[in-house]
């Protein structure tokens, strides 16, 4: 399996004038997007005239662009500027460079600023290169409509109903503009959760409401994700005990995060990730209070559980461990994190042609036994099996 990589970022500053459009014929105006590997949103716009990847990110609540991109697009950096952001993963430095115009979709910014902050390489790579995360500073006083069957996004005035769905109860918090709703866990409310779209897991909660929902039965492994800000340790579980809105989710992967760190700085019980939201057509709408969910036609697949319990990611034409499940295969044969793998079943590592890494193997059936040779010409074999 590979990691996930976040991009939850709180910036506390105040806004540069701007004014903000969207044209007349919004509803027309769908903005077409691929869902990366990482299951990040990522769409082409605009900053001063100059073209960009972009990842729809409702969990930042200032747009961010790369030092690399800004150069590229000559943005004025303010020297003064300088300050701190809170991220997943730790503190990130932040500088601020002010816009002449942002474009996409139907939507048009005049004025204002971008956050300019260094994107991890391990994240940009995983979201197709991305050089800029639009923010709800940028939709925020929208409706956001989004048709994962299609790939497609759109921006609405606030109060619009453009499919019919299950409502679910969603805000804004204060002082920060994030998009704020709640679930059910088994007979335990998880509130308030904050609605990312640049997570691209499905439910991630602090510890304390793990414990309060007290789920019968459940096993739980350890996993790691890459943040904005650095390495973030969690349990890891399959659970179909969510609901919400009262509508049952299905069986989903459900990440348990310490009580400390960015859940508690942003003052949030948990995450719902894109993981999730895209079984559903979308609709975020705070400014109206509700998030409106209809399932799409297709029935999602059952959750990818790792049978290896390694979770790896591409180097240099090798795989690296990136870490060891706590309990999984791989913990009970020694492996250790940072060794290398040069070839799988006798066949080298190699990207596909979208650019990814098959590493189906490792999510395989249980009793399959791999031979995984090791860069430095050790070779070992793994039995895949079941263990959370």
């Not at 499919?163 to 088994?186: C, D, H, P, R």
């Not at 492994?221 to 650095?230: H, K, L, N, R, V």
């Not at 989710?249 to 948990?270: H, M, N, S, Y």
């Not at 990814?356 to 050790?378: E, F, H, M, S």
Request: glycine share 12%; aromatic share 6%.
């Amino acid at each position: 399996m590979i990691a996930r990589f976040f991009l939850a970022l709180l910036l506390l500053a105040a806004p540069a004038a701007h004014a903000q459009t969207l044209s007349a014929d919004a509803e027309a105006r769908w903005v077409p997007f691929t869902l990366t590997s990482a299951n990040h949103l990522r769409f082409a716009m605009t900053i001063d005239g100059v073209p960009a990847q972009a990842l729809l990110d409702t969990g930042l609540n200032h747009s961010a662009v790369s030092r690399e991109f800004a150069r590229r697009a000559k943005l004025t950096i303010d020297p003064n500027g300088a300050a701190s952001g809170v991220a997943l993963g730790g503190a990130i430095r932040v500088n601020w460079a002010g816009t002449k115009s942002i474009a996409f979709g139907a939507l048009s910014r005049s004025g204002g600023r971008v956050a300019v902050i260094e994107l991890p390489q391990l994240l940009a790579s995983a979201s197709g290169d991305a050089e800029v995360l639009v923010g709800t500073d940028l939709i925020g006083g929208h409706a956001l409509d989004i048709d994962f069957a299609n790939r497609r996004f759109r921006l609405l005035p606030s109060g619009r109903m453009p499919f019919a769905g299950t409502k679910v109860l969603m805000t804004l918090q204060n002082g920060s503009g994030l998009y704020l709703t709640e679930a059910m866990l088994g007979k335990h409310r998880v509130r308030p959760l904050l609605v990312d779209t640049g997570d691209g897991g499905s439910l991630s909660i602090a510890r304390s409401q793990w414990r309060a929902a007290a789920i019968r039965g459940a096993r739980v492994t350890s996993t790691i994700a890459f943040g904005a800000g650095g390495v973030v340790d969690a349990g890891l579980t399959v659970t179909d005990a969510v609901t919400l809105g009262g509508r049952a989710t299905g069986p989903i992967e459900l990440r348990i995060e310490g009580d400390g760190g960015f859940t508690k700085q942003v003052r949030v019980a948990g995450r719902v990730g894109t993981g999730l939201l895209l079984r559903y057509r979308v609709l975020l709408d705070p400014t109206a209070g509700q998030m409106v969910i209809a399932p799409n036609p297709d029935s999602p697949p059952p959750p990818l559980k790792s049978t290896s319990g390694l979770l790896l990611g591409y180097d240099r034409a090798r795989l690296r461990v990136l870490h060891v499940m706590a309990g999984g295969p791989a913990a009970k044969a020694g492996w250790k994190a940072n060794e290398l793998i040069c070839t799988v079943d006798g066949q080298p590592i190699a990207l596909t042609s979208g650019g990814t890494i098959d590493v189906r193997w490792g999510t395989d059936t249980p009793g399959r036994v791999v031979k995984l040779a090791l860069c430095d010409g050790a070779e070992r074999s793994l039995t895949l099996a079941n263990f959370y």
